[in-house]
Structure formats: structure tokens, C-alpha cells
């Protein structure tokens, strides 16, 4: 009787531990399923996030001449002879020796400009700028884009309302790195002229990139 009662207790044993090793199958592939599920549920909404575009505003950059290595600014200002045909004329490099006066190269804009300019002649006022390719150059064309580059000039002593935009002419690029740019403004084509004795007083100057 001892002996068959052991067998008995053996069989449970041996049953108990097979239904153990059920139970941690079934949670192991009850985990297994339910990462599954969780991998299916991210897929999901990674296809649905959506990534912005930054828009673009416009820019105002340094005003100061001699832009470093890489900047984009101002490379010289010119007081010059009128021109009947600025889109032609000012797209083209222009020279010192041939203005009436123009910027001396010092860092700072807040200076009087070398030489002198002949009362009662008509003149335009011309500032040539860079741009690098980070604000002028669309990647997406891709190409310098003159639609990024803009100025603005105030002077009341020429009648030049508060921040009026310049007319402005591509000069020339340098490959995908730089590109120039002139701005000018004629006094609707009539050219600027000045009284003897007068000195006129250009009060701001902004270049600005759209990016």
C-alpha cells in the first residue's frame, strides 16, 4: 500500500510541473503578443507624424562694411553719376574712380564718404553687397534666388521716405558661395542733385535676406 500510494504522488508531481511549464510558455507568448501589438502601434504613428517647414522671414543683417570671411554685407557705397540705364549700368562692377565719392573701406558705415560731389549735377546712390548662400541661395531650384535679397534707405534730406526699398541689380556669383548685389536709388529716374554748400545725411541703410 506505501509503494502505490508514492506512485500516486509521483504522477501529481510530474503533472504539476508539466502544467508550470504550460503556464510560462503561455506568458511568454502572451509578452511575445503584446509587443507585437505595441511595435504595430508605433509604426503607425511615426507614419503619421508630420515635420514643419521653418518659414522664412526677412532678415536684417550687419549694416558695417568689409563683411568677414563667409558674411554677408555691405562692400562699398557709391555716389554716382546718374544713369539712364541703371539695370545695365549697375550690373556691372563699378569703380572707384569713376564716382563722385564713395566708401572708404573703415569698418563702420557712420562715416562721410571719400571725395565730392558737384552741386546742382545729377547723381544716384549705389551700395554694393554680398550674400552668402545662406540667405540667398534656394537650394530647392536651385540657384541665387534675387527674390532673398532686399534693401531699404531712408534720407530726408533727399526726400527718401523711412525705409524705401532699392531698386537692385545681380552683379555677379561665385559659384554656390557668394553672390553681389547692387542697390540703388534715382529719384525715379531724375537722378539726386544737391545746393552748394549742402551735405547730405543718409540716416539708415538695411540689408536684409529672406530665410
Known sequence: MIE??????NKRLLFGSIA???LVVGAT??????LSVDNTIDEKIIEEIIIPEKPRTWHELGS???????DS???????YPHSADPGTDYATNLTEGAAYAHFDGTPSLDEALDGNVPYDTEFDIVVRCRYNNTHAYNSTTPGWDMTYVKALM???DLSIGADTEMSEVQVATAGTTYMWVQFYVNNAAAGYTIAHGETVNVTSFKQQAYY
Do not use: H, L, Q, R
Open 20 to 22: 508550470v511549464a504550460m
Open 64 to 70: 558695417d562694411a568689409s563683411p568677414g570671411a563667409g
Open 73 to 79: 554685407g555691405v562692400i562699398n557705397v557709391y555716389i
Open 4 to 9: 502505490k500510494k508514492e506512485k500516486v504522488i
Open 29 to 34: 507568448f502572451g509578452i511575445v503578443s503584446i
Open 154 to 156: 531712408t534720407c530726408a
